[in-house]
């Protein structure tokens, strides 16, 4: 981080916040639908059927499913042609020894361990991991036991049961992979609550804007210092 950095930086690019907040809104939406297929709701009077109450939960899980993976190619794609920024969360620079300098500068200083936070210009190095561990891994692992899940209600021969029915003996049997799936919710479910937490808590105490940086796309710093 150099001086020059103190004024203001472009970093989030608009399809990079476009995305964020709807692959945000997308990952809320199936984790109540999910949570609601795994404990649906008791309905007592009248006709099942005519309700449809878990068949209208199960659309809004299978639509923002295709929210989620098509979104997610998208941004594979943004990480292709955007800015440096745009390949940070698919590509944590492991390889460097500074990079894991920074995560563990990080943790002390999430731990308030360290007097004096550093200031990043894209993802800090732990951040960058954790998005990459939680969110990357987490929601492939969603989208492929989600679409093997789906091609079994699809049928055989489906596009979805094509593509993805491999996944089922993978793992045992359907039983299995709805288990799995449940699991991979939670994780997930983690990550956006240590991520909000943190995203907060660096937006008040850290030498530079957060929050708004995923609105506007502009880091802004705080003070002069290098
Ligand atoms: C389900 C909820 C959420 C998920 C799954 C999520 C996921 C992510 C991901 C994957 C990134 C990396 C972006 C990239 O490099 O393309 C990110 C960054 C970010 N998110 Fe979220 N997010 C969620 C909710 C929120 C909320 C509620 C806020 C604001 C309070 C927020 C603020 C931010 C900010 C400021 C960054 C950039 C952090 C930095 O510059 O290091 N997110 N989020
Ligand atoms: C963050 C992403 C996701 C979350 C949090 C999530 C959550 C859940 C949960 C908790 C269940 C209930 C599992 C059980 O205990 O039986 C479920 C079921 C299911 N999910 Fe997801 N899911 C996600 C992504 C997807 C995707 C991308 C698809 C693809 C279309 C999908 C398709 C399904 C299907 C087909 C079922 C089984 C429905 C049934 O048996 O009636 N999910 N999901």
Redesign the pocket.
């Known amino acids: 981080m150099s001086d020059k950095a103190s004024t203001p930086i472009y970093v989030y690019e608009k399809p990079?916040r476009l995305w964020?907040w709807i692959?945000?809104l997308a990952?809320?939406i199936l984790a109540v639908s999910g949570y609601l297929i795994a404990a649906p709701p008791v309905i007592t009077d009248g006709e099942a059927s005519d309700h449809f109450l878990l068949g209208s939960i199960r659309f809004v899980h299978f639509s923002a499913g295709y929210i989620l993976a098509i979104g997610l190619l998208g941004?594979i794609y943004w990480a292709l042609v955007g800015n440096r920024y745009a390949r940070?969360?698919f590509a944590p620079e492991v390889h460097r020894r500074d990079w894991w300098q920074g995560v563990w500068h990080e943790i002390l200083w999430y731990l308030f361990l360290v007097p004096e936070p550093r200031k990043h210009i894209?993802?800090?190095p732990l951040?960058g991991m954790a998005?990459f561990l939680f969110?990357v891994l987490g929601s492939l692992f969603m989208i492929v036991t989600g679409f093997a899940l789906y091609g079994e209600g699809l049928g055989q021969g489906s596009w979805a049961e094509r593509g993805f029915g491999w996944v089922i003996p993978l793992f045992g049997q359907s039983q299995d992979v709805h288990s799995w799936h449940h699991l991979g919710m939670w994780y997930l479910l983690l990550f956006?609550l240590i991520?909000?937490y943190i995203?907060?808590r660096e937006q008040l105490i850290s030498r530079q804007s957060?929050?708004t940086?995923?609105i506007d796309g502009w880091r802004r710093w705080k003070d002069d210092r290098p």
């Open positions: 990079v964020h692959n945000a990952l809320v941004r940070q969360l894209g993802h800090n951040a998005m969110f956006v991520h909000v995203v907060v957060m929050t940086t995923m």
